[in-house]
């Protein structure tokens, strides 16, 4: 079984070393660490250069998005290191607005013309209030003028509803799926699954948060990913290991691996 992590996060807590060598023992391959302001964004650069088949992405998070005026520069010569994968995470969060929806509208445009320019995928994230989907019609609204000119993109960690999924994938994206699959109140993630089309689903950790059942409310690792396979699988009725084989599959090819791996 070779997983493939497609999305975390890392806060420097515990040596790459440990983290990368824990999760090779429970069947993670691959690993993608994921930025979400300049900073994280090199930390998450440090760690792919010191341990092997991991990469990063570099982006801003809605939820930076006025924190600083961004150095668009000093993200290009990020999203051009050889172990750069993607543009992200970048997104719209109108469940908690930490940042001015028009600031977040701006950055995420910015960072969209990232991927046109650099010909790299987007890592997306989109949440909105309970019941309310602007976000994920602005978010959709943006990537509709852009998708013909990146190479893909994935909503992580989705937690919407069958119908902007489908508006998703009809224009090209992927899935990312998270621990939120375990939790005992998220029967709306678990629905979805089985209509998550097999050659477009991703699963991540997201740690170090959303840690699966048995860990929820602790520190989340990327050595936890077996949980939410197990759990996908289930719902999929397929073994782990051919969720394994099919989603890790899915991953290199996302962030255009395949050719070297």
Excluded at 100 to 107: D, G, H, L, N
Excluded at 141 to 170: A, E, K
């Amino acid at each position: 079984m070779e997983l493939f992590d497609t999305h975390f996060h890392y806060d420097g807590a515990i040596a790459p070393e440990i983290i990368a060598n824990e999760a090779s023992a429970e069947g993670v391959k691959y690993l993608a660490c994921i930025g979400g302001d300049y900073h994280s964004s090199v930390e998450s650069m440090k760690f792919a250069e010191v341990i092997d088949n991991s990469f990063f992405t570099a982006g801003v998070h809605p939820h930076y998005a006025q924190n600083e005026s961004w150095d668009l520069n000093k993200f290009k010569t990020l999203l051009s290191h050889p172990k750069c994968v993607a543009v992200g995470e970048i997104g719209l969060d109108f469940f908690y607005e930490n940042s001015a929806k028009e600031i977040q509208m701006k950055v995420f445009e910015d960072f969209c013309k990232f991927g046109v320019g650099m010909n790299m995928p987007l890592v997306i994230h989109c949440r909105d209030k309970e019941n309310n989907f602007d976000a994920y019609n602005l978010v959709y609204q943006i990537l509709s003028n852009y998708v013909s000119r990146i190479p893909g993109f994935v909503v992580h960690c989705y937690t919407g509803n069958l119908d902007w999924m489908v508006r998703f994938l009809d224009i090209g994206g992927y899935i990312g799926i998270t621990g939120i699959v375990t939790f005992p109140k998220a029967d709306n993630v678990r629905e979805l699954i089985p209509m998550i089309p097999d050659d477009k689903l991703l699963i991540e950790t997201d740690s170090p948060y959303l840690a699966p059942k048995p860990f929820r409310g602790k520190t989340n690792y990327p050595k936890y990913l077996k949980y939410v396979a197990q759990e996908i699988a289930r719902l999929k009725g397929m073994t782990i290991d051919d969720l394994a084989f099919r989603t890790t599959d899915n991953a290199l090819r996302f962030y255009r691996l395949k050719k070297n791996y």
